[in-house]
C-alpha cells in the first residue's frame, strides 16, 4: 500500500480531551493529570519543571514500549508492501531501539538543562520519549539493561510463537489500522460530548463482518482493566465508522510472564455506554476546573489535589511535586494489586 490510511486533523492542541490513559491518571492522582495534560490549558500557571517531566517515560514501562515499538516497527514494513521482519531482525530491533532511547534521554536532559526546552525525536514513525531515571541521574546498570533486552525479546518471542504474522496476513492490508499511521498524522479520536477522545491502540483489523482491536500487553495488568481499555477503542470503533457492536471483537494479547490465552471478548454496548457516560462527566469536571483556575490561577494545586496514597508518590515521574519530595523518607508497604497499567504510559 502506498499510502497509509490517515485520519482527519486532530483539534488544536489547546482543546480538552480525554483518553484511556489521561482518565487512568486522573484516577491515579488527579494532580498529576494537570502536571502532565494541563499544560496546554493552563500552561502558563504551572511551573515548568513538570511540563518537563510530563514527557517522560516512566522506566518501568520501558520493556512495553520496546516491545511494542518493534511490533509496531514490523507491522509499518509489512503495511509499505514489504515482507515481515525476521525474528532476528526483530531481536536486534530491541537492542537497537533501548539504545536509542537511552542516547535521546541523554540529548533530551542537556537540552532542557543548557536552553530550558528540548525537542521530540522520531525514530522513522515512533517518537521516543526520555527515559525518567536517565533524566534524574540514575543510569542503569549493566543487569538492568540486560534484562529489559531480554524481556522485550521474551515477549517479541511469544508473538512470534502465536504466528502473528500469518493471521494477520490472512486480512487485507487495507483493513490494517495504527492509532497514528504517519509521523506527522493524527492519532485516532472521535468526538465525545463536543470534545476529542483519542484512541491509542495497537492495532485494529477490519475484516469482513468483523472488526478486531488488538492489545499487546507485557506486564501484570487485571484483566477487567485491560477490557475497559478495549472498550475504549471499542467506543472509537462504532463512532467512527459505525461500526456495529456485535461485530467488535476485543483481543488482549498476553506476552509477559504471566500470560492467558488468546481470547476474543465481544463489545458490550452497555460497558461502552457506561464509560462514555464517564468520560463526558470526567470532561465537564475537567471544563469546570480549567475554567475556575484560568480566572484564578492561585486555584490550581487546590483544584487538582495531590494522591493520598503515598506509595503512588514513591515512584511518580514527577520530582518537582512537594508531595513526591514529602514521602521518600517515609517506609510505605505497597497496598495490593498497586502495580499500574504502565502500557498507559506509552501513549
Ligand atoms: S508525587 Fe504524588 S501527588 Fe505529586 S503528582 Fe506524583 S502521585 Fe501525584
Known amino acids: 500500500m502506498d499510502v497509509l490510511p490517515q485520519w482527519p486533523d486532530w483539534p488544536t492542541s489547546r482543546s480538552l480531551s480525554i483518553s484511556y490513559s489521561s482518565a487512568g491518571m486522573f484516577d491515579r492522582c488527579e494532580r498529576s493529570w494537570i502536571n502532565r495534560y494541563g499544560f496546554p490549558q493552563v500552561g502558563g500557571i504551572i511551573p515548568f519543571a513538570y ?24 507491522i509499518r514494513r509489512r503495511l509499505s508492501g514489504k515482507e515481515w521482519p525476521s525474528g532476528d531482525q526483530m531481536m536486534r530491533g530491541v537492542s537497537f531501539l533501548l539504545q536509542e532511547y537511552i542516547t535521546f534521554s541523554h540529548s533530551w536532559r542537556d537540552q532542557i538543562a543548557d536552553f530550558g526546552r528540548a525537542e521530540d525525536k522520531y525514530y522513522h514513525e515512533i517518537r521516543l520519549r526520555p527515559v525518567d531515571r536517565i533524566f534524574f541521574n540514575e543510569p542503569f546498570s549493566k543487569d538492568e539493561l540486560n534484562g529489559f533486552t ?28 495504527l492509532s497514528k499511521p504517519g ?34 500487553k507485557t506486564g501484570k495488568v487485571r484483566l477487567a482493566d485491560v477490557l475497559t481499555q478495549l472498550h475504549a477503542y471499542a467506543a472509537f470503533a462504532a463512532a467512527y465508522w459505525g461500526d ?8 488482549p494479547v498476553w506476552l509477559g510472564e ?47 489535589p495531590a494522591t493520598t496514597d503515598a506509595w503512588k508518590c514513591k515512584g511518580c515521574q514527577f520530582r518537582a511535586c512537594p508531595t513526591y ?15 499500574p497499567d504502565w502500557s498507559m504510559y506509552n501513549d
Open 244 to 251: 456495529p457492536l456485535d461485530q467488535i471483537r476485543l483481543v
Open 150 to 177: 531480554a524481556s522485550a525479546a521474551a515477549c517479541l518471542r511469544k508473538w512470534l510463537d502465536a504466528e502473528f504474522p500469518d493471521e494477520l496476513d490472512a486480512i487485507d492490508l487495507e483493513g490494517w489500522w
Open 325 to 339: 519530595q514529602k514521602v521518600q523518607s517515609l517506609s510505605v508497604t505497597p497496598p495490593p494489586d498497586s502495580e
Open 183 to 216: 509521523m506527522n498524522s493524527a492519532p485516532a479520536w472521535y468526538w465525545l460530548a463536543g470534545h476529542p477522545a483519542y484512541a491509542s491502540f495497537d492495532l485494529i483489523v477490519k475484516a469482513k463482518d468483523e472488526t478486531i482491536i488488538y492489545d499487546w
Open 51 to 74: 511540563g518537563a517531566q510530563g514527557k517522560l517515560l516512566p522506566y518501568q514501562a520501558l520493556v512495553g514500549t520496546l516491545t511494542d515499538n518493534v511490533i509496531e516497527l514490523a
Open 258 to 304: 504471566e500470560s492467558l490465552p488468546v481470547t476474543l471478548y465481544r463489545a458490550n454496548e452497555s460497558r461502552i455506554k457506561e464509560l462514555q457516560q464517564e468520560w463526558t462527566h470526567r470532561i465537564a469536571v475537567l471544563r469546570e476546573r480549567i475554567e475556575r483556575i484560568r480566572q484564578d490561577r492561585r486555584l490550581w494545586m487546590e483544584l487538582f
